[in-house]
């Protein structure tokens, strides 16, 4: 039985069985997203070194690039990061979107780092 797909999505009632395979905890908080569709919205999330979780109500699909800014307030460019969505799933009526950070420079990774040791 394969529990998990080629894109990192877990199969429909699998989820319990696999190990949190994170390598970061994860953080409460807020973020600004960016889709290339045209609409953004800043929502509350969870956050770590390697991507985010959120739920929105917006039209999302798998593979989908998304801009996270990881300070909402000031809009800092240096913590601003390109991700993928990897994962869609039903959370509240709405959309939970699990997005991974791509090719994330090692600026940019101790900058996140450092505003989350700051949480």
């Known amino acids: 039985m394969k529990l998990e797909n080629q894109i990192g999505e877990i199969e429909t009632g699998y989820a319990s069985k696999i190990p949190d395979r994170r390598e970061s905890p994860r953080y409460e908080t807020q973020f600004h997203i960016m889709h290339p ?3 953004s919205e800043i929502q509350p999330g969870n956050l770590g070194i390697g991507g985010c979780y959120f739920i929105t109500d917006k039209s999302v699909r798998m593979g989908d690039e998304l801009i996270i800014n990881l300070d909402p307030e000031t809009r800092r460019d240096y913590l601003s990061v390109d991700c993928r969505v990897i994962r869609l799933t039903s959370a509240e009526g709405k959309t939970g979107v699990a997005a991974k950070f791509e090719q994330l ?4 990774e101790r ?4 505003w989350l040791d700051e949480q």
């Not at 420079?105 to 940019?108: C, Q």
């Open 105 to 108: 420079p090692f600026k940019t």
């Open 37 to 39: 569709d045209g609409w």
């Open 111 to 114: 900058a996140i780092a450092r």
